[in-house]
């Protein structure tokens, strides 16, 4: 499951011609090495507007699953377990982060890292609130 940005590096060398694999056929191809068979890996919900969502039309399509495996950004993982264990509350979820963005041992030293990490916090309190207390 998951939402891919392209980066402006990845852009331009596609207009030269360039073909990178995507985050998905990476992931497919590692966890095929891993020993995970093909008909057992579902990428899912990319046209979907949020994980919320993402979630609910994952649980809808699937007939109790045993497991769940969701990539996702570093600062995404804990809202992203949140969301997961409440929609799958009899499910093992495991949420993994991406090896393709990597979070900062420091990351308050970083701007960016600092939005993110804030935005998060600010979401997780957001599903907090809506979800879990009050149940929307």
């Known amino acids: 499951v998951g939402h891919f ?11 030269l011609g360039y073909d990178l694999p995507t985050p998905e056929a990476v992931y497919v191809r590692i966890l095929q090495e891993e020993g995970v068979p ?3 890996l579902r990428l899912f919900g990319q046209e979907l507007p949020d994980q919320m969502e993402e979630a609910k039309a994952l649980a809808a399509k699937l007939n109790a699953p045993v497991s769940i495996i ?15 264990t409440d929609v799958f509350p009899n499910t093992k979820v495991m949420v993994v982060a991406t ?3 990597p979070l900062p041992a420091r990351w308050w030293e970083s ?22 207390l009050f149940g929307e």
């Open 111 to 132: 701007a960016s890292s600092i939005r993110m990490v804030a935005a998060e916090t600010a979401a997780i309190v957001n599903y907090f609130i809506s979800q879990r």
């Open 38 to 40: 093909p008909d057992a």
């Open 5 to 15: 940005a392209q980066s402006l590096n990845e852009k331009s060398l596609k207009d």
């Open 99 to 101: 090896p393709f963005e």
């Open 70 to 84: 969701v990539v996702t950004t570093p600062y995404n993982v804990r809202l992203a377990r949140m969301i997961y």
